[in-house]
Structures are given as structure tokens and as C-alpha cells.
């Protein structure tokens, strides 16, 4: 059974910063996409980054420039650095992995909250 941890989350002002770090029970390689989505109250879950496994990456346009992915293989974890963070960016964030037989992992997903 794969399971994903989330970690990181927690309360910042605008402008802050927070690392949010999604640790898998298994390699890493054994997924084809890993992810962060977001679910704000009141709205649908939303894609915020994903990356492939050729390190290709994409980002929701909300957060182009400011938030940034990235992987540590021999930690079998994936990254979300938040930076210049908007009070819009409050939301429970979800880590997602795509296997390789293309079932979807998701973690239990940790809290962001952006305020004064």
C-alpha cells in the first residue's frame, strides 16, 4: 500500500514563505506524474504543479513564478516551495502521485493559511 505524507503547512503572512514536502512509502520512480492540487472552501480542487519524470514541469498561472516543484529521488519526496504567498493561496494542500498503472495516490493534505 503507497502512501503519501504531507508536511509543511501552517500559518504565514502575505509575502511569507513555506516548504511543503510529500513523502511517499515507496520509490518515487514508480510514478509517471507527482503533484500538488489545492482545495479552497467553497471550491473545487485545482491543479497547482506538476512534474513528469523527465522533470518536466507545469503550474497553474496563479502561481507561475512564485511556487516551484521539485523532487529528491533518494528521499522518495516531492517539494512545493511557496514563495510571495497571497492570501488566495489559502487552502488544504493535496501531494498526488500517478503510478505507473496509472492509479492515483493521494495524501491526506495539510493546511495553508495565508493571513494577517
Known amino acids: 500500500q503507497v502512501q503519501l505524507v504531507e508536511s509543511g503547512g501552517g500559518l504565514v503572512q502575505p509575502g511569507g514563505s513555506l516548504r511543503l514536502s510529500c513523502a511517499a512509502s515507496?520509490?518515487?520512480?514508480?510514478?509517471?506524474?507527482v503533484g500538488w492540487y489545492r482545495q479552497a472552501p467553497g471550491k473545487e480542487r485545482e491543479l497547482v504543479a506538476s512534474m513528469t519524470t523527465d522533470v518536466s514541469t507545469n503550474y497553474a498561472d496563479s502561481v507561475k513564478g512564485r511556487f516551484t516543484i521539485s523532487r529528491d529521488n533518494a528521499r522518495n519526496t516531492v517539494y512545493l516551495q511557496m514563495n510571495s504567498l497571497k492570501p488566495e493561496d489559502t487552502a488544504v494542500y493535496y501531494c498526488?502521485?500517478?503510478?505507473?498503472?496509472?492509479?492515483?495516490?493521494w495524501g491526506q493534505g495539510t493546511q495553508v493559511t495565508v493571513s494577517t
Open positions: 498526488n502521485a500517478l503510478h505507473i498503472t496509472d492509479y492515483p495516490y
Open positions: 515507496t520509490s518515487i520512480f514508480g510514478f509517471k506524474i
